[in-house]
């Protein structure tokens, strides 16, 4: 099966029977395997970030080790959960924390973190954010006696990318890549510009497809759009040390959620004023004709979420064509990517074939998100249906959004019957 994760297994791999071979029993706390106490901790915890191909082999390495030691310690129970926690789906805080270590002492955790550097300096991982790097692929919660290699030390970035672009604040921290505001020098311009990053190491699959492969995707999809739909300009593609750049127009507005947040202000849908309502309807239909702009170039988007649309001048524009899928060629084969949580839909989570019924079923998520401006994402899972009811929302808004999100992909409605749902509901002032 292609489960659609940054690394696409062909089967699920139990760890397990890993841990066996070497007499270690464990027990199972979902989703993990734990090894020991892992709450009489009595320092701070090591972490090790490794992609799931490498986890059998890590196990291998790090599990006597351990053993010796008598240090308890957990690890995710399949290379699903590997695949998953890589792909943020448990969410960015906690990426990359796919092997957690519990020293008994501050001195254990220092002679673990030497010895460990040793045994895991051929594996790579994902950046774990909120931890300091002490290794080649591990991570620790607060400092310890251990000389950190100089390579891993935290350093500012600085400097120019490229022969012309120059970093000077940082947007969004990612594992994968960081996307950056940036300047390009070129012509002593000084023009704005987003400088993303493919940050090496932090994405392979069993095609050998990096990180930067899916920048260079992203780099080929924007330019075939250039001029059909609004979406940012492609300006440069670089490389500096193992990382990759793709340097993209600045377009300055606001995401599409700073817009639901700043029409809704502390009113639900059914108390924001006729123009509020008609703005932000507005905007998902400007959205759901550039999905189907996209789709008659034969393209899909497959992340059409929230952070992924910029509003400047009341025009929606949209962004990040990272997991996009070309459809008369098949390409990327398999396709990237997983998608968003709470806007993904269940065969893209399946890993099957893209179709166009993904993008339908993300596009009513994102209307639901519009109409109900949750606070968290807690509001936004589980069953939204009563919450939508609840507002007396109009018909046309509640059935568009039903079906959108319809299980069975047959059942979802096309794109030219959305716009005219909410053409023809648009509330008169």
């Avoid at 071979?21 to 701070?44: H, M, Q, T, V």
């Avoid at 012309?164 to 994968?176: A, C, E, H, M, N």
């Avoid at 190491?201 to 095609?207: E, R």
């Amino acid at each position: 099966m292609n489960n659609g994760h940054p690394h696409c297994t062909t089967e699920i791999v139990a760890y397990g029977k890993f841990l066996l071979k070497f007499g270690i029993s464990y027990r199972i706390n979902d989703p993990w395997l734990e090894i020991g106490n892992c709450d009489s901790a009595n320092s701070g915890i090591l972490y090790i970030s490794v992609l799931s191909q490498d986890a059998e082999k890590l196990i291998h390495n790090v599990a006597p080790l351990l053993q010796a030691y008598n240090a308890p310690f957990r690890l995710l129970q399949n290379s699903h959960l590997f695949d998953l926690n890589n792909g943020f789906a448990f969410g960015t805080s906690d990426a990359g924390k796919v092997f957690m270590i519990y020293p008994s002492s501050d001195k254990q955790a220092a002679l673990l973190a030497e010895e460990l550097e040793l045994v895991t300096t051929e594996f790579e991982g994902i950046i774990i954010g909120d931890c300091i790097r002490i290794g080649k692929v591990l991570y620790t919660t607060e400092s310890i006696a251990f000389k950190i290699p100089k390579i891993y030390r935290i350093k500012k970035r600085k400097g120019i990318i490229g022969n012309y672009y120059v970093p000077i604040r940082l947007l969004k921290f990612s594992p994968k890549g960081d996307i950056n505001l940036g300047v390009s020098l070129k012509g002593l311009s000084f023009t704005p510009c987003i400088i993303k990053q493919a940050r090496a190491g932090s994405f392979t699959d069993k095609f050998k497809r990096q990180s930067f492969h899916k920048l260079q995707w992203q780099k080929t999809v924007l330019e075939s759009l250039q001029g059909k739909v609004p979406t940012p300009r492609v300006i440069d593609f670089c490389r500096k040390g193992r990382d990759h750049y793709l340097i993209i127009e600045y377009i300055e507005g606001e995401s599409l959620l700073q817009k639901i947040i700043s029409i809704h202000g502390n009113q639900n849908w059914k108390n924001l004023s006729v123009k509020n309502r008609n703005e932000l309807l507005n905007y998902f239909l400007q959205i759901t004709e550039i999905i189907n702009s996209l789709h008659q170039l034969g393209y899909l988007h497959r992340d059409i979420q929230i952070n992924n649309f910029i509003v400047k001048d009341q025009k929606v524009y949209i962004i990040d064509f990272e997991l996009a899928y070309y459809m008369p060629a098949g390409i990327p084969n398999p396709a990237f990517g997983f998608g968003t949580a709470g806007f993904v839909s269940p065969e893209q989570k399946a890993g099957l074939t893209p179709t166009p019924a993904e993008d339908i079923y993300s596009l009513g998520a994102l209307l639901a998100f519009i109409i109900l401006n949750p606070q968290n994402s807690l509001e936004f899972s589980g069953n939204i249906y009563n919450a939508l009811v609840s507002l007396n929302l109009e018909e046309n808004i509640l059935e568009t959004i039903v079906s959108c999100l319809d299980p069975v992909a047959e059942n979802r409605p096309s794109l030219p019957a959305i716009i005219n749902a909410l053409k023809a509901d648009f509330i008169k002032v």
